[in-house]
DNA sequence: ATGTAATCTTTTTTT
DNA sequence: AAGATTACAT
């Protein structure tokens, strides 16, 4: 297919900044492709010199591939095709010597940095849980802001914010200490050290010469300065963004990143995508239309020249469990009208716990389906086990994995000698584990305690040699071995069946840790320290999702959906206080919302389905619900209604799907 | 240690 | 209301 004028622009347009305005379905992901070709093969550019940023590991892994395939795997070879956050790793620990870290870092995820807020502010907080998550909130937004403790304290006001400063304060010395980073370190860190270090700034502008960014308008503050920095003042770089597909800004993205890019660059070249390749027509319709009641920037309009295409239906049910059977029962038939592939369903929903009900259906009537997003594979007990035990081995100060395997399996080290080792640690601003080979140690603890300790410290000094010799697969495979991992499963696990699940994931683990460690085709070998840190980011989970994609529905949020495209796509819980939910409605923010919904209906292209309760149950409470007002603004002689009248085709819909007889049997009995 | 009973929490989106 | 977590009795 060949690349329409605006495309063309887009990707030939290098010699300054270029804003690309990217509909939904327009063909972004080809012009970024493209363009790295274009740069490589006939503009001299080095790969290696090419830096392309994108949101998700699974953007990233997909545009790898794409380019490989484009302009081959050798042509390829040393693109920077990451995330953010992976890029800001990447800066991190080539600079780390500059930001002052040991090498070995940890990374904490969000359940290690909550854990570490919540014993830093057990007097302050006590045990409110709320307030604990609005404090790492509160953190995360500093950070996102480029606001570092000491500007935190002195701009804080109030008395509550006056305290998050100071725990922010708190937590960023303990993290220090600990040598471990979160999340937003990897962008924050970065962003500080090219700002104040002219000379590491210079080495990065230079090994970076042109930069893209996808999905630009989910930037926040500290992404947006970062880009800036990087790019310098030739400014050669292209970002790709969509205003109207801006869902994040709870979580800090700053979609006036697109307005300020045009003040910051006056030279910026404006480019608009607005052909759409993906939905019907009438679909696309009802998208403009609908987000048309969102106050707009950038004027643009999107046109398809696909077929018209069928109308949107609405399906009503009287409860959220109708609502499930309803969907499945459209599928099962949909798909023996079409001869269709249960892959080509999505279901899309606002929160993750409607998923419940609609895996039930799909379940009974054996439908096989996909669900992404959930519990993640590294949430589960034995994985965060043993990549605790790594953590520690790569970075004996990591407090936290310290006190998850320190006594796993049973290493007769209880919570009093932990309590006096803790204590004592804490007197002599040392680590956990170096509080164990301090001298000092002796007048708090028994000899056996001590004893312990010593051999539990022994082993991860040893392990962590053999990992530093080069040996990282050794590492791994004794370190399981030594501890008895196996036998801890079998006998901690509540069946002999959970212990072996459990075993194979730490396999999992396993072969993956292995093959990062030889590398492949597509990344380099790594060393165990990057392992670890490649994990925690999530990296290597959503790879192997892919790979697992057979012919089954998907299920995920509108949040999760967004870049992704199916032919047929259900939007569940069209309600009032769902899809607007209510928390929006309260804030009066339902533009995010609209685009939420605009997201969902985009991602469709050939049919869209949306369903709706009458009433729906919520804390054991049941609710009357009413139709979202986004069905409302849609063209209505575009929508086609099922079941006019839901009460009177509720109770035949029931006989249909053969469930509930007896009951509604037993109903007219008592009556 | 293991199974059952009592109690508690949950429903916004996630790199 | 249901699922998850904790407590308690065995």
Redesign the pocket.
């Known amino acids: 297919m060949k690349l329409n004028p605006a495309q063309n622009e887009a990707v030939h347009y290098i010699s300054g900044p270029c804003l690309v305005l990217a509909g939904a379905g327009s063909g972004k992901t080809r012009v970024i492709v493209n363009k790295i070709g274009y740069l490589i093969q006939t503009c001299g550019y080095k790969a290696r010199h090419i830096a392309a940023v994108t949101?998700?590991?699974k953007a990233a892994r997909e545009m790898k591939e794409r380019v490989s395939q484009s302009i081959g795997r050798k042509e390829a070879r040393g693109l920077w095709i990451s995330?953010?956050?992976t890029l800001g790793l990447e800066i991190i620990k080539r600079e780390h010597k500059a930001l002052g870290l040991k090498p070995g870092f940890s990374l904490f995820?969000?359940q290690d940095s909550m854990a570490l807020l919540k014993e830093l502010t057990e007097k302050e907080l006590q045990e409110d849980?709320d307030l604990l998550r609005a404090l790492a909130t509160a953190i995360?937004n500093w950070k996102g802001g480029l606001i570092i403790p000491d500007r935190a304290r002195k701009i804080a006001k109030g008395e509550q914010e006056q305290l998050f400063a100071l725990l922010y304060q708190r937590y960023a010395q303990h993290m220090k200490a600990y040598n471990a980073l979160d999340?937003?370190d990897l962008i924050l860190l970065p962003t500080l050290l090219l700002q104040f270090n002219e000379e590491v700034r210079k080495r990065w502008q230079k090994r970076i010469q042109y930069l893209l960014v996808d999905e630009y308008q989910d930037t926040n503050t500290s992404q947006y300065e970062l880009v800036k920095l990087l790019v310098g003042e030739r400014a050669r770089f292209t970002v790709v963004g969509d205003d109207d597909q801006s869902?994040?800004s709870?979580?800090g993205a700053k979609p006036q990143n697109l307005v300020l890019l045009g003040k910051d660059f006056p030279e910026l070249k404006l480019i608009k995508l607005e052909q759409n390749y993906r939905s019907s027509q009438r679909i696309l319709h009802a998208a403009n239309i609908l987000i048309a009641n969102n106050p707009h920037v950038y004027d643009k309009s999107l046109f398809s020249e696909l077929p018209y295409g069928e109308p949107l239906r609405i399906l009503n049910a009287a409860n959220e469990e109708q609502e499930a059977e309803r969907v499945v029962a459209e599928i099962i038939r949909h798909k023996f009208m079409g001869k269709t592939n249960f892959g080509d369903y999505a279901i899309l929903y606002?929160?993750?716990?409607q998923s419940?009900l609609l895996e039930r259906a799909l379940m009974t009537n054996r439908i096989p389906y996909r669900l992404s997003?959930g519990t993640s594979f590294f949430a589960r007990a034995e994985i965060k086990d043993i990549m605790a035990y790594l953590r520690l081995v790569v970075n004996p100060d990591d407090d936290n994995a310290f006190l998850r395997v320190v006594n796993l399996p049973k290493r007769g080290i209880g919570p009093a000698t932990l309590e006096k080792l803790g204590n004592f640690a804490n007197s002599k601003h040392i680590s956990m584990f170096e509080a164990i080979f301090d001298a000092g140690l002796q007048q708090h603890l028994a000899p056996g305690a001590i004893e312990s300790l010593f051999k539990f410290g022994r082993f991860i000094v040893d392990t962590g040699e053999i990992a530093e010799r080069g040996e990282g697969v050794d590492a791994i495979k004794q370190l399981i071995r030594n501890i008895n991992y196996e036998d801890y499963l079998y006998e901690s696990s509540?069946s002999a069946k959970a212990a072996e699940m459990r075993m194979k994931n730490i396999s999992e683990l396993y072969r993956w840790v292995t093959e990062m460690l030889a590398g492949d085709d597509l990344d380099e070998p790594m060393t165990l320290p990057e392992v670890v840190t490649r994990l925690t980011?999530?990296d290597m989970m959503e790879r192997n999702n892919e790979d697992e994609a057979g012919d089954q529905v998907q299920l995920?949020?509108?949040?999760?959906s967004k870049g992704l495209e199916f032919p047929y796509v259900f939007i569940v819980g069209m309600e009032e206080g769902l899809l607007p939910?209510?928390?929006?409605i309260d804030?009066d923010n339902i533009e995010?919302e609209r685009r939420?919904a605009y997201v969902g209906i985009t991602r469709a292209q050939q049919e869209l389905f949306f369903v709706v309760c009458r009433e729906r149950?919520?804390?054991?409470e049941t609710i009357q619900s009413q139709v979202s007002r986004f069905v409302d603004e849609l063209p209505q002689d575009d929508l086609h209604w099922d079941n006019r009248k839901p009460e009177k085709k509720t109770e035949q819909e029931r006989m249909q799907t053969g469930k509930a007889n007896i009951a509604n049997l037993r109903a007219m009995f008592k009556k």
């Open positions: 949101f998700t590991n995330t953010f956050h995820d969000d849980k995360s999340f937003d869902i994040y709870w979580r606002r929160g993750n716990h419940r997003g509540p980011l999530r995920m949020t509108l949040h999760a939910h209510q928390s929006s804030e995010e939420l149950r919520q804390f054991g």
